[in-house]
């Protein structure tokens, strides 16, 4: 994994915390994932 994509996910993963106070799934943690990969 490169780190631009790295840097992609830790920033998205960051946004999902600063707006919720939900547990976030494994599933939905992936969903954003793959959502990133693909378009990267």
Known sequence: MNSELRAQILKRLREIADNTEDVVTK???DNVIATIIEES
């Open 27 to 29: 599933e939905e943690l």
